[in-house]
């Protein structure tokens, strides 16, 4: 079970073990056929549960828009798609709108929300965010 707040845990107890939690992380794979979620490490594939999100933001780069994802692919950010936890406002965004018409929930940690927020700009009509040197509205934010 992959928890909101990045834990892994396998039938009840916590999966400890730095290495195979950062494996883990990067083996996360959706298959849109099967509307599930796995843990893909060779030729072993379990299917997982997701309590919130199933990837990660790590980083961001606010010249690119860019974000690193806790399973190694990089994305550009949707501004228009944050939105705050319902579980305890955390900021999410979609990703992986390849798999998914909605795209996949992807859960900011401390450190790459704080990067995000170095590009919050109060403008005229509210806060927008520089990205990729563009200003994005980001009433929410």
Known sequence: MLHRDGRWTHEGQPVSNRRLRAAFDRAVRYLPADDKFVVQLGH??????????????RSVDLATGAIA??????????PG??????HDGAWLCRVKHDLAADGLLARFT???WAQLLEGLEETAE????????????????
């Open 126 to 141: 509210g806060p927008a965010l520089r990205l990729g040197g563009r200003l994005h509205r980001a009433p929410g934010v």
């Open 44 to 57: 072993f594939r379990g299917q997982i549960g997701i309590e919130e999100a199933a990837f990660f933001v």
């Open 69 to 78: 994802l806790s399973d190694g692919s990089v994305e550009v950010l949707d």
């Open 81 to 86: 798609g944050l939105e705050p936890s319902p």
């Open 110 to 112: 401390q450190a790459a």
